[in-house]
Nanobody, 122 residues
């Protein structure tokens, strides 16, 4: 059983930056694909970024060039560096894990964190 704990959310002005962290425990971290999803009020959960154990990455078009996902297997932690934040990035951000392969569908992920709020003021 994998446990995920996110941190790093907060309030930031448009154009600013935040870095989210997700600490994992309870599994062989390096074997899991890790992803970030987000959910704004009244909207469905959407894919943001994902990274495989090999550090191959995937991004949603809406964040490409602004967000960077990375992982530190020695620390069992995945990060999401968010730059040039926009009002529309406001959402609860969730960390998720699944075995081996990345997927852009949130239903494919077995393990989830509790979420961290990111609010971007315009």
């Amino acid at each position: 059983q994998v446990q995920l704990v996110e941190s790093g959310g907060g309030l930031v002005q448009a154009g600013g930056s935040l870095r989210l962290s997700c600490a994992a425990s309870g599994g062989t971290f390096s074997r899991y694909a890790m992803a970030w999803f987000r959910q704004a009020p009244g909207k469905s959960r959407e894919f943001v970024a994902a990274i495989r154990w090999s550090e191959n990455t995937a991004y949603a078009d809406s964040v490409k060039g602004r967000f960077t996902i990375s992982r530190d297997n020695a620390k069992n932690t995945v990060y999401l560096q968010m730059n040039s934040l926009k009002f529309e990035d406001t959402a609860v951000y969730y960390c998720a894990a699944r075995y081996l392969a990345v997927d852009r569908d949130y239903k494919a992920y077995s393990y989830w964190g509790q979420g961290t709020q990111v609010t971007v003021s315009s």
